[in-house]
């Protein structure tokens, strides 16, 4: 009897806990609604107080990019704030430059609303829709990375190296969008090819992974700075590490077809030779084409092979010279590689302002 | 033997502090002992909660569930809830956490800015849960409850604090491939605690 009474204290005290805080939530949670001025009164929303701007705007269809689903993590939802709260989060520091401080800007995913607020968001992402694409074909190209050929209703113009956000659908709540690097040339419109690499619970991929022939994607884009250089005399070294393959595969075609002329090196790492994808179409289009150079390195001890070894910021150290004229550099890997190659290049003599990369 | 509330405090920051010597905590001690200006505020948050939480749960522990708490309710004799205690405990300080975010939320951004976004991070912290812990094990009165919990969240901080400083200074050094980031803390930490087993002779309360 005194067990079964434990027990029904035991419980009253969680629900009274649970209870208050239920009660608390209710009575302290801000309610009514703010004015969410976008681009100097271009566009005013009435939005619920308290949620993220990463939210009001995606719920608004406005899609700018985030690489991560609001987890703070990516640092590419940033948007300036005209009038509200500025003051960035400590932990949203990590992503801001010192200019980016100075003016305003916040990751949109971190800052909740509680007052009327104004932002400027760039034309382009005020432009961006929620598209359709149809998967054509996807097919494995090494162990863990697949390429997903999707067709378009109607066509979409970009330039290589830019890149789309995938909706992965889920809770109807939340909007996750996941980032991916075209790796298509830009004057195919009608369809574009991701790369993507398997990651075991990883969000993103193990759904574009799991799709079907003939279903479905929505997406938004595209977006990214990457403009490369339309003049011939200004030399192009791409850099590339894994799946930074996609960005690069878009370049070298483009240029390749539109700018015959133009020198373009391409550096290529990888951890095993398995790694090294479309190897045969990169040396084929190397001895197509006498402006292109392809050059890989395994980091990775091989006995039997014939592969450059070690790392890619050697391989660059030892074989690349930089160019008496312009060049434009752009860089898509992961992290180490990056500064590492960023390092190798400045030693070089080139200037860190012709020097472009995405970090994943 | 019992000691002054006092006594218990700067022991609880010194002698036995709740990271070097419990080892308690160590998630969010590691996560955010990159910054200083970071370390500080969880410290302020954690100080803070540790020090409500045990009075909260002094007051719960000698008046509810404590063996024989109710049996001056004529029907409720008999009735124990000493099993129930760490699950209580983890309740009360979970749902104390989830309103204090609520309340400073509601009255200044400044202070959510500094304290409030490092709470959602203490509601399962160890730290605080193994203060409450030590108090009913050591037999705390109310205020030397307080003071302990006040003292292990000073402790807490000081430790943060000094593991950012170090951090930041370790950022500079050469440090084998292997044992960077969470590795070097980890042996760093360890040598700290070393290094706290000087304050030993002053006072032990456990």
Same mark, same amino acid.
């Given at each position: ?29 801000? #309610? ?32 700018? $990019? ?21 003051? $960035? ?10 200019? @980016? ?10 800052? #909740? ?10 034309? @382009?992402?005020? @432009? ?8 054509? #074909? ?124 133009? #020198? ?57 010279? $930089? ?38 | ?14 002698? %036995? ?26 410290? /302020? ?30 029907? =409720?004799?008999?009735? %124990?809830?000493?099993? /129930? ?39 399962? %912290?160890?730290?605080? =849960? ?77």
């Amino acid at each position: 009897m005194s067990f079964l009474l434990s027990v029904l204290i035991f419980i009253l005290i969680i629900t009274t806990l649970s209870g208050g805080v239920l009660v608390f939530t209710r009575l302290l949670t801000p #309610k009514g609604q703010i004015k969410l001025n976008i681009n100097n009164s271009q566009k005013i929303f009435s939005v619920n107080r308290g949620e993220t701007l990463l939210n009001l705007l995606y719920s608004n269809s406005i899609f700018i $990019p985030s690489g991560c689903g609001g987890k703070g993590s990516c640092g590419l939802c940033k948007v300036k704030i005209i009038s509200g709260e500025k003051t $960035p989060h400590p932990h949203e520091q990590e992503f801001l430059s010192a200019s @980016d401080m100075k003016n305003g800007v916040r990751l949109s995913c971190q800052m #909740k609303l509680f007052a009327d607020t104004s932002v400027e968001i760039s034309k @382009d992402f005020l @432009d961006a829709k929620l598209r359709i694409a149809v998967l054509e #074909k996807t097919t494995m190209v090494t162990g863990d990375i697949r390429e997903i050929i999707f067709s378009l209703p109607e066509p979409l113009y970009f330039n290589c190296g830019q890149y789309i956000q995938v909706l992965i659908p889920g809770d109807d709540q939340d909007k996750n969008f996941r980032a991916y690097s075209i790796a298509s040339p830009s004057e195919e419109t009608l369809r574009f090819a991701l790369n993507v690499k398997l990651i075991q619970g990883g969000m993103g991929s193990t759904y574009l992974h799991s799709l079907k022939e003939g279903e479905q994607i929505q997406f938004t884009g595209p977006y990214g700075e990457w403009m490369v250089d339309a003049s011939e005399t200004t030399d192009l070294l791409l850099v590339g590490g894994g799946v930074g393959m996609a960005p690069m595969r878009s370049i070298v075609q483009t240029v390749l077809s539109t700018n015959p002329r133009k #020198k373009v090196t391409f550096f290529f790492g990888g951890c095993t030779l398995n790694d090294l994808l479309f190897r045969d179409d990169f040396e084929r289009l190397a001895s197509e084409y006498k402006n292109f150079t392809y050059i890989c390195a395994v980091s990775d001890e091989l006995k039997e092979c014939t592969e450059r070894k070690g790392f890619i910021h050697k391989a660059i150290s030892d074989e690349y010279s $930089p160019p008496s004229s312009d060049c434009q550099v752009f860089l898509c890997g992961p992290p180490v590689m990056i500064d590492a190659v960023n390092d190798v290049l400045i030693d070089k003599g080139i200037e860190e302002k012709d020097i472009f990369y995405d970090k994943f | 033997m019992e000691h002054s509330p006092v006594l218990i405090l700067i022991a609880a920051v010194l002698t %036995n502090n709740i990271v070097f010597s419990g080892f308690l905590g160590m998630c969010s001690f590691i996560a955010l002992s990159r910054r200083i200006d970071t370390a500080v505020g969880m410290g /302020f948050a954690v100080t803070f909660v540790s020090t409500f939480t045990t009075a909260l749960n002094w007051l719960i522990y000698h008046y509810v569930l404590k063996h024989g708490a109710l049996s001056g309710v004529s029907f =409720l004799d008999g009735v %124990n809830l000493e099993p /129930f205690t760490m699950i209580v405990f983890i309740a009360v300080i979970a749902s104390f956490v989830q309103v204090v975010e609520l309340i400073i939320q509601r009255i200044s951004h400044s202070l959510y800015q500094a304290l409030g976004i490092f709470l959602p991070l203490i509601t399962v %912290n160890c730290a605080i =849960l193994g203060v409450s812990l030590f108090m009913v094990i050591r037999g705390y009165g109310f205020i030397s409850s307080v003071a302990f919990g006040f003292g292990s969240g000073l402790g807490w901080m000081l430790a943060i604090v000094l593991m950012a400083g170090l951090r930041r200074k370790m950022r500079f050094s050469k440090i084998p491939p292997g044992l960077e980031g969470i590795g070097i803390t980890m042996i760093t930490t360890g040598i700290l605690a070393m290094i706290f087993m000087v304050f030993n002779g002053m006072v032990r309360i456990n």
